[in-house]
């Protein structure tokens, strides 16, 4: 363990220390965010209503709307000279969410995320490789600052150019990689192609998250790459990646670091509390941050706390793999995207109508989106210019077929299924 004080805290103690920092999370949100204040007030509730943890329920939910309502700085609970770092995460409007850090919640992040490298088989003296994008998505800096924190020797690879990153790893010999699931298949297939086996290959360990995956691609990357792969699971708005990870030993469940993130798991229809082993949606809120803590966040996430013994002493719980969302967010290769963003780009274009549809697929390991739309005159440079607008406002290379007028499915009353996903269950 990396802090075996923090991950195996003796549960009375885990408890108690739980409720000091939701009733200080409560107070300082009630005292600083004006919105939050509102919300209590809505419920009926002051922070003196918290008393045990079980009357956390009471208290109101925050949702990604929330955020963007208040967007960029107006749920901190400091001002903005207090701030360290800013990150964003997609929103559902074409414009991102944006969180802030201050110094304390840095100190935080970095924390939780070399608690979970070391989790994930990561130890002072490797050298770690990151592939993970650089930049306002969490994933980068988040997981190089947790990397540094754990004594790694980090290479920011940052994500992209395949070819350099197996140079990289060929020159350099890492011992660990952190990258998406899906990433980590195609650098895979290019590592076979240099003519590597999994014993030519340096890596021994691999820390994949940001998108669901399976066990069977476990199995595949551990095969192909040599490694031991665990999940690492996250979210900016919380804070980044190093809300949870598995142990590379044990490899079932992510622990989540149950000392700054409350875990919850609700109902999707009725949002009451669920019992530890059954699914609904993860709720997190976020207890030791400064500067922008979030009450019961709804994640959005389908997953289950893990019941029962571990194999590891750690005594906070562990979380199983996300099985689905709760919401119509589309996850393409690690980036979060709304069918609404894409909608609010082709309402920048004319001659496009507003009948669209999103076809998800796979080829290889890579996952692909392709673009329905219908459109009045059916021309290439028209086509290269939604894919030249999603790529600039959304962030992601999309394919785009422009079809004719009355050719895509429409509604007939109901909620239109606009998302058509094609992909095999990993
Ligand atoms: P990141 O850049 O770390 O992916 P975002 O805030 O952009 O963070 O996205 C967070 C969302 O990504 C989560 O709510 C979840 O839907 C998805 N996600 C992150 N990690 C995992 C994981 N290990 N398994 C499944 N989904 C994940
Ligand atoms: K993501």
């Given at each position: 363990m990396f802090n075996p004080a923090a991950e195996a805290m003796p549960l009375p103690v885990l408890r108690a220390l739980q409720l000091e920092r939701l009733q200080a999370t409560v107070e300082r949100l009630h005292e600083h965010v004006p919105a939050y204040q509102g919300k209590f007030a809505a419920a009926g509730l002051?922070?003196?209503?918290?008393?045990?943890?079980?009357?956390?329920?009471?208290?109101?939910?925050?949702?990604?709307r929330d955020l963007r309502d208040h967007a960029p700085f107006g749920l901190a609970a400091v001002g903005r000279t207090e701030l360290r770092r800013v990150h964003a995460s997609s929103g559902t409007s074409g414009k991102a969410t944006v969180v802030g850090y201050d110094e304390h919640d840095l100190e935080v992040f970095a924390e939780v995320v070399a608690r979970s490298l070391h989790a994930g088989g990561a130890r002072p003296g490797m050298l770690f490789h990151n592939a993970y994008g650089y930049g306002l998505f969490t994933g980068g800096l988040g997981i190089h600052a947790g990397a540094e924190r754990l004594g790694v020797g980090v290479v920011p690879a940052s994500g992209g150019n395949t070819e350099r990153q197996v140079q990289l790893i060929e020159d350099l010999a890492p011992e660990v990689i952190a990258c998406t699931p899906s990433y980590a298949l195609v650098l895979a297939d290019a590592l076979q192609r240099r003519g590597h086996t999994p014993g030519t290959i340096s890596l021994q360990y691999a820390i994949l998250g940001a998108e669901p995956w399976s066990e069977a691609v476990r199995q595949e990357v551990q095969a192909r790459l040599g490694v031991r792969a665990t999940n690492i699971y996250g979210l900016s708005?919380?804070?980044?990646?190093?809300?949870s990870n598995e142990d590379a030993g044990e490899q079932q469940g992510s622990y989540l670091w149950e000392d700054h993130f409350y875990p919850e798991i609700v109902d999707p229809q009725t949002e009451e509390p669920l019992p530890d082993g059954e699914y609904g949606v993860l709720v997190l809120t976020s207890m030791s941050r400064t500067a922008m803590p979030l009450l019961r966040y709804w994640t959005g996430d389908i997953t289950r706390l893990l019941p029962g013994e571990n194999k590891t002493g750690r005594t906070v719980r562990r979380m199983d793999g996300i099985r689905g969302r709760s919401d119509d967010m589309i996850i393409l290769r690690g980036v979060n995207v709304y069918p609404t963003q894409i909608e609010?780009?082709?309402?920048h274009l004319q001659d496009l109508s507003p009948h669209y549809q999103l076809v998800l697929s796979r080829s290889g390991a890579m996952d692909e989106l392709l673009l329905r739309v219908e459109c009045a005159r059916v021309d290439a440079a028209l086509r290269q210019e939604v894919v030249r607008l999603v790529k600039a406002q959304v962030g992601v290379t999309i394919g785009c077929e422009l079809c004719e007028i009355g050719s895509l499915p429409r509604s007939e009353g109901g909620k239109l299924q606009r998302v058509l996903d094609l992909r095999a269950p990993r």
């Open positions: 002051t922070p003196a209503d918290l008393k045990t943890l079980d009357d956390l329920r009471r208290f109101p939910f925050t949702r990604k708005e919380i804070i980044g990646p190093g809300v609010a780009v082709l309402a």
